[in-house]
């Protein structure tokens, strides 16, 4: 895998030279994109001459952005055939903040259909034979088969952080509006959050902090042992043997490293939250896609077609009671994180699920992300088929430096293990 961090600093050093980098992702791309498929659209070309062009702490470097995320550049078609050829006529919002950072664009990242479940054709560059996860399915499998160091992905139930557990790279999640959301194809307005994925903490860090124009650099951080929150296995998410052995682990390491860890329960609100989610999610995808649901239904595949449907039997007074459940949970998930650092639990219930007909649950990730909370895939730890098992560290809402560093010292203490 590339790092981002590592790469920007031999650039600004003169000890590398950006043709070298392209050179080294053309040569991987040549060699397993033909199996892992991350790309919906590619012009590594472009990009080099773009990288050449440009200034800015990101040197040029390559950058991959999901489909769902409008490019002026390349097509754009959400991973819908409703959109196919579509040419958005600007950059997103975030798109364009990458450019004046000094990102050159390589290229589209495959995505489930609209950012739900209908799976594209990207495959784990780990074992082509499981699925690299969703919705972000290409931004994190071309980061873990090094044709690009950063990525940008988005989450509305658990779509950065689990295909970055599958994956084994870093996917960070930010404070829900801490990165704009202007030029993404909404899902869901009240969940629908960028993300950035990296091949380490570290890189996520560099790469969302300039985006978002703030603080959350840690690579020249002296951070201490932090306080670690262990969550109490949650009624409406199983991890299964592997998982829970590699949960144990990662607690196992932290306490030998250091840090202070306390378990912690969650107060019965969090599961009327959990519910709340996908009454939020299916009342206002109904309405974010009533365009295509009504003028092309028959090219809406089956799963999101009935979520639709589904969607458009929920009353407004149920929608309304969901947000107000949700916001008495994230009063709940305050007092429950300040006693605390950070919280962590398992980033997916155990590895990659073998096929590629699902994208696997997100039923460790949909209550946070409702939450609104910065959340962070930690890599490091391999199921016994060599399969990644990521660790998700959490911290209230607002604190995602305090996130950002807990994550790297506990991926530090993972590798060290």
């Known amino acids: ?6 790469l920007a600093r031999t650039l600004e050093q003169g000890s590398e030279r950006l043709d070298a980098i392209y050179d080294g992702i053309a040569e991987r791309i040549a060699k397993r994109e033909g199996e892992i498929r991350a790309f919906a659209s590619l012009d590594l070309e472009r990009a ?13 470097l390559p950058l991959a952005v999901k489909d769902n995320i409008e490019t002026g550049d390349h097509p754009t078609a959400y991973g819908s055939p409703i ?9 997103a919002a975030a798109v364009a903040l990458a450019r004046r950072a000094g990102a050159a664009i390589i290229g589209k990242t495959v995505t489930t259909e609209f950012a739900f479940f209908s799976p594209g054709p990207t495959r784990n ?30 989450q509305t139930g658990g779509s950065v952080v689990r295909p970055a557990s599958f994956c084994g790279v870093a996917g960070f999640k930010p404070t829900f509006g801490r990165l704009p959301t202007v030029g ?31 603080d959350w650099r840690i690579d020249n951080t002296e951070a ?49 939250a959990f519910a709340a989610h996908k009454t939020i999610q299916d009342y206002e995808a109904t ?13 809406i595949s089956d799963v999101l077609l009935e979520t639709l449907d589904e969607g458009a039997t929920i009353q407004a007074s149920d929608y309304d009671a969901a947000q107000e459940t949700a916001l008495a949970a ?30 696997g649950s997100s039923v460790f990730n949909r209550v946070w992300t409702l939450m609104g909370v910065p959340a962070v895939n930690v890599p490091g730890l391999m199921s016994p088929a060599g399969l990644p098992l990521g660790m998700q560290v959490l911290a209230p809402f607002g604190r995602d430096r305090t996130a950002l560093l807990a994550a790297d010292w506990l991926e530090t203490c993972l590798a060290d293990g």
């Open 184 to 214: 993404l194809k909404i899902f869901s307005w009240s969940l629908d959050t960028l993300g950035v994925f990296g091949k380490g903490v570290r890189d996520v860090a560099f790469g969302a902090g300039l985006l978002a124009a703030r």
């Open 224 to 272: 201490g042992a932090p306080h670690l929150g262990f969550l109490e296995p949650q009624p409406w998410a199983q991890a299964d043997e592997e998982m829970t052995a590699a949960f144990d682990r990662a607690r196992d390491l932290a306490l030998r490293a250091g840090a202070r860890v306390t378990t912690v329960s969650l107060p019965p609100v969090f599961r009327e």
């Open 83 to 91: 959109h196919a050829g579509h040419r958005p006529a600007v950059d």
């Open 48 to 60: 080099r001459a773009a990288g050449h062009a440009v200034c800015g702490p990101l040197r040029g």
């Open 287 to 299: 309405r974010a896609l009533a365009a295509e649901r009504d003028l092309a239904p028959e090219r």
């Open 330 to 359: 994230r009063r709940a998930c305050a007092e429950v994180m300040s006693s605390v650092d950070v919280l962590v639990t398992p980033s997916a219930p155990g590895a990659a699920p073998e096929g590629v007909a699902s994208t």
């Open 1 to 6: 895998m590339l790092s981002a961090l590592d």
């Open 125 to 154: 560059p780990h074992n082509p034979d499981h699925t690299p996860g969703g919705s972000s399915s290409g931004s994190a499998a071309g980061i873990a088969a090094g044709f690009f160091p950063l990525a940008l992905g988005t």
